[in-house]
């Protein structure tokens, strides 16, 4: 499994697992911990989570599962995030879904997922999403404390644009190491407005969010959605792939930008494949010939 260095404190998998829906899968301790293993046997370390994930659940889920092999710790690498506030019945008091990047709720939320997964250490800590009220000056003073203490090991944020980010990081001793934003065929989002032109400038690799695009690339419910299919499914025979999501990950793989794709599936096999996938050679025309299928014109 290839890795990438975020920071000197930092190394990941290229393939991250994603564990938004982990509360859905319904799996046992046992069988979440197995999970767990055998992904790291696959080379995947790296484990994205939030706060918010499963109203709240999926980190305490993921936590209980690691217990049962206090070994795995030690192999694998934790990113969570933190900054929205949800209507939930965890939460009787709030009134209205909102953002909050206080230091005193940044602060409470590493603490708390701290005791969720039972660890003594974050290694990396994404802000969740941006907002229109916000203190960098006081995001920064989190930061630093939560370094200091040895709770949060790395930082980044999730999508943020480029203005956002660079907002952020001229406020931060402990610069960003990452951004993690929607990228697939279907989102194209982040190559029109700057953001991978800027991950390229900084030298920042960026972590894919959504890559199957909650599974409407697989089964589509439009004419752009179905051209893209077909696309896929000719770049597939002739890669001899054999499979269709074997192409999008390599197609999101293959940018120079250093893609790190979130693969949100509980099944193992469907991890491998995304595993598999970086050894597959996609050539320059066939990347643009998903790319082009996507926004339904050629390049000018």
């Known amino acids: 499994m290839q890795t990438v260095r975020l920071s000197d404190t930092l190394e990941i998998s290229r393939i991250v697992h994603g564990h938004w829906r982990l509360a859905a899968w319904n799996l046992s301790d046992r069988q ?24 709240y659940r999926c980190e305490k889920l993921f936590g209980d599962a690691l217990a049962l092999d206090p070994g795995l710790r030690g192999r694998i690498r934790l990113v969570t995030k933190c900054g929205i506030k949800l209507l939930s019945e965890n939460w009787p008091d709030r009134k209205l ?11 409470a939320s590493v603490e708390k997922s701290l005791v969720n997964f039972r660890t003594g250490h ?13 203190n960098p000056a006081e995001v920064a003073r989190a930061f630093d404390h939560l370094k200091k203490q040895g709770k949060v090991l790395n930082f980044g944020v999730s999508n943020f644009n480029p203005a956002q ?47 199957l695009a909650q599974g409407r690339i697989l ?17 597939a025979d002739e890669m001899d792939a054999g499979r269709i999501d074997s192409v999008i990950w390599s197609w999101l793989l293959s940018h120079p930008a250093g893609i790190i794709p979130v693969v949100g599936s509980g099944r ?4 491998k494949v995304a595993a598999d996938a970086l050894t597959l050679k996609m050539s320059t025309e066939q990347w643009y010939r998903i790319y082009t299928a996507s926004t339904g014109t050629d390049v000018p």
């Not at 907002?167 to 194209?188: A, D, F, G, H, R």
């Not at 089964?219 to 770049?235: C, F, I, S, T």
Request: glycine letters at 6%.
């Open 97 to 107: 879904k909102h953002y909050d990047y206080s230091f005193d709720h940044i602060v």
């Open 219 to 235: 089964e589509p419910g439009d004419e752009r959605g179905r051209r893209v299919l077909r696309a896929l499914q000719e770049v």
């Open 165 to 211: 980010f660079a907002m952020l990081n001229s406020y931060t001793s402990e610069k960003l190491v990452t951004s993690q934003v929607e990228i697939s065929p279907l989102c194209l989002e982040h190559f029109d407005n700057g953001n991978i032109n800027f991950f390229l400038e900084k030298r920042i690799s960026p972590m894919a969010w959504s890559p």
């Open 122 to 134: 974050i290694d990396l800590l994404l802000l969740h999403r941006p907002a229109p009220f916000f």
């Open 268 to 271: 193992i096999g469907r991890l």
């Open 32 to 55: 979440l911990s197995d999970l767990i293993r055998q992904a790291t046997e696959l080379g995947v370390n790296t484990f994205d989570h939030a706060d918010i994930y499963g109203d």
